[in-house]
């Protein structure tokens, strides 16, 4: 019969003729009866329960670390800062970080760019922009191996960097506006 049939149309139409039909009383729980005795599943409870103890524990491990967490972060980044500054030098990179921090945030608030914009100054953001790539490049992948004197001329190239991509993207709002 299903050798005669060609496509799944005919075979819908046949399986409609059959009907439908209720499974016999008991058949789920003689399969899975079956199914224990073959090994194919657990006999039982197959849910794995909880013990109080491991309730307990839990709610320990989260009370600890909301606590050292509660810690850590009372401190102030300034406070955190003037622990691990103990060269002028690293003072310098520390405030640099803050201050292109601060740039990358004034830099996410700036408008989205237009859809008409001059060719010169998309070609100088782009070239902002690469250079920014490249000293953030450099800075992860050699970042144990600078001296603080090169960190500053790193972290000092890319906050100026960014100051002039700030400006590059204001000159061009105000051009587009007009």
Do not use: C
């Not at 149309?9 to 079956?34: D, H, M, N, T, V």
């Not at 237009?114 to 490249?134: K, M």
Request: aromatic share 4%; net charge positive.
């Amino acid at each position: 019969m299903l050798s005669d049939i060609e496509n799944g149309e005919e075979l819908a139409a046949e399986l409609r003729k059959l009907g439908l039909k209720q499974p016999p009383a008991g058949s789920w729980r003689r399969i899975r009866e079956r199914a224990e005795a073959l090994g194919l599943l657990q006999s039982g409870n197959t849910r794995f329960r909880y013990s109080r103890p491991m309730h307990y524990a839990a709610a320990a491990l989260a009370a600890g670390m909301m606590i050292v967490l509660f810690f850590a972060a009372s401190e102030s980044p300034e406070t955190q800062s003037e622990k691990f500054s103990a060269t002028p030098e690293t003072a310098a990179v520390d405030a640099l970080m803050r201050q292109s921090s601060l740039l990358e945030r004034a830099l996410r608030l700036s408008p989205p760019a237009p859809r008409v914009v001059r060719a010169g100054l998309v070609s100088r953001e782009a070239a902002a922009e690469d250079r920014i790539a490249a000293i953030d490049q450099r800075l992860l992948l050699n970042a144990g191996e600078l001296r603080p004197p090169e960190l500053v001329e790193l972290w000092s190239e890319r906050a100026a960097m960014m100051s002039t991509l700030i400006e590059l993207r204001s000159r061009r709002s105000e051009q587009t506006r007009l």
